[in-house]
């Protein structure tokens, strides 16, 4: 059998063209006039907006360096689905495939494409001297300050996979095998499915994007679609947003119920690939285990139903997919770090959660098959320099609206500005949507030793706990939950080593309940580092996923 080739998985890259036009002036910074999205958003999300137009650039130059021929994109390719920003992303791809021969097979995420009719955004940009503005594709919306562009409308399907029809998504020439769970036909209306409303009032036709393709001997791809947009009950305009569940807490939870047919095809699929000698590695947008590995079973005592807990696979997502003979699957969408593993009468299953372009931790994989076992390395992008352009128009941003400059705007590497990001996003994002008001109020000024005191008044001196501030404390928190090994570089074993003496001496366990005191939530979040630091110092950057033992043991 011929050497496999290696394939590079990049998840969430989130592209926003930062030359885009969307029929506005932009903002011109030394000269040079940009689409730039404010750091008031950027700070509250979970991702960062301008910076993925470089940090795409930098894991394509890493692709051909590596001269990797094949590049699986994991969904979450575009900013959110935006005509513009598609067609721009779609002449990189392009331009990249035939400068240096790469082949790219694109997945749908939740922010690519909106069941069949698509969605209207509105998104902040910063205007000249950074005065911020609204652009919108919807024509009704005639807010002050927002201007109309129709290349922010996101398509649906399948008008939404044009822009990257050639990445995939229908049959091409060169490929060697190709074909969906419906057949061999890449006909749009040969790959639709039934959907319809719990109470039966909706039905629509749908299109699902899942295909299988062989792109030189003995390796198969398998492409699936997990995106489900669910009709609801009720009385809707035929396709309107509103219709329908979004996609983005859904995934395999919801494939399991709406989309079974994709089960049996990877049953199929798995006998084929099993009978014929071919190494099959599956993909989705979704992970189909828990990316965190139980690690954050604290999050639901402390937060309640936070988008982690939401999206968490349930366990007969596995159970279908052991039974259907799965054995390896990549996913993105959670922004994760992790390999997850379960089993089922002697058959395992291993999710690879990929990390996203566009969040800490910056990283995409490659994945190096053979018959035997799967090569899995890590490419991390923390060492890309910072546009200094765009930090120059987050420095005029905040200068305008008298707001202090950030510290992400001194960071010295993306890695570090990421970092700094995670620090943003718990001031601006989590203490204000996540955590309980009086907890927020009682330790954010506060250093370890003092927080450990609120937990016990005895709590002895301890000078190593009085020099690290809670809220070191908690971005540390956060970026081990998200990063897990890969955040090791950034937490000193020092602190590390401090964050088990934690866990051990003030930690509660999350099954014990909440009593809804101050005390008590601090001691569950301190015992959660014990989970987020086994799960990093058992990880690595490297790894091996066997085959053949689970290919004996089916």
Not at 224 to 237: L, M, Q
Request: one cysteine or more.
């Amino acid at each position: 059998m011929p050497k496999l080739p290696a394939v590079a998985i990049i998840a969430d890259a989130h592209f926003h063209d930062v030359k885009a036009g969307f029929d506005f002036p932009g903002t011109t910074i030394d000269g040079e006039r940009m689409a730039l999205r404010t750091w008031v958003d950027t700070r509250q999300s979970t991702r960062v907006f301008n910076e993925s137009t470089q940090a795409l650039f930098a894991a394509l130059d890493e692709v051909k360096r590596r001269e990797i021929r094949h590049v699986v994109l994991l969904g979450d390719y575009s900013d959110d689905g935006q005509r513009e920003t598609l067609a721009s992303l779609r002449e990189i791809l392009a331009r990249h495939a035939r400068e240096h021969g790469t082949n790219f097979y694109a997945l749908p995420g939740n922010h690519d494409i909106f069941g069949p009719a698509g969605r209207h955004h509105t998104k902040g940009f910063l205007g000249q001297n950074a005065e911020p503005l609204q652009v919108t594709s919807d024509s009704q919306n005639t807010a002050p300050g927002t201007i109309f562009s129709a290349g922010m409308f996101c398509e649906g399907y399948p008008v939404g996979l044009g822009a990257m029809a050639e990445f995939g998504y229908f049959r091409q020439p060169h490929y060697l095998h190709w074909e969906t769970p419906f057949g061999a036909s890449d006909a749009i209306e040969a790959r639709r499915y039934d959907a319809v409303s719990p109470d039966g009032r909706n039905h629509y036709r749908l299109m699902d994007a899942s295909y299988l393709v062989e792109p030189e001997d003995g390796l198969w791809l398998l492409m699936i679609d997990a995106n489900v947009f669910e009709p609801r009950d009720g009385s809707y305009v035929t396709g309107e947003e509103a219709a329908f569940i979004d996609s983005t807490a859904a995934g395999w939870n919801a494939l399991l119920r709406c989309k079974p047919f994709i089960i049996d095809w990877v049953a199929d699929v798995s006998l084929r690939a099993k009978a014929l000698g071919k190494t099959p590695l599956a993909f989705s947008h979704y992970p189909a285990l828990d990316p965190f590995d139980g690690a954050t079973g604290a999050e639901r005592v402390l937060f309640g139903d936070t988008n982690v807990a939401r999206r968490t696979p349930r366990a007969e997502v596995a159970d279908g997919l052991l039974n259907a003979g799965m054995a390896v699957h990549f996913s993105g969408h959670l922004h994760v770090e992790g390999v997850t593993r379960r089993s089922l009468r002697k058959r395992e299953i291993v999710n690879v959660a990929v990390p996203s372009l566009v969040a800490y931790p910056a990283a995409f994989k490659l994945a190096r098959p053979s018959l035997d076992s799967i090569q899995v390395e890590t490419v991390e992008l923390s060492g890309l320099a910072l546009d200094q352009k765009i930090i120059t128009a987050y420095r005029q941003e905040s200068d305008r609206s008298g707001t202090p400059q950030d510290a992400a705007f001194d960071a010295m590497s993306y890695g570090a500005y990421l970092r700094a990001h995670k620090e943003a996003l718990v001031h601006h994002r989590y203490f204000p949507k996540e955590w309980p008001a009086d907890v927020v109020s009682a330790v954010s000024d506060l250093n370890l030793l003092e927080v450990c005191r609120i937990i016990d008044s005895k709590a002895p001196a301890d000078d190593d706990l009085a020099s690290i501030g809670m809220i070191d404390a908690i971005v540390d928190w956060y970026c081990l939950r998200q990063a897990a090994t890969l955040a090791l570089d950034d937490v000193t074993a020092q602190r590390r080593a401090l964050y088990h003496k934690l866990a051990q001496s003030y930690g509660r366990d999350p099954a014990q309940g909440s009593d809804g005191t101050v005390g008590t939530f601090l001691a569950i979040f301190f015992g959660a580092f014990a989970d987020f630091l086994g799960r990093a110092e058992r990880g690595a950057k490297c790894f091996e996923i066997s085959l053949r033992q689970k290919s004996e043991a089916a």
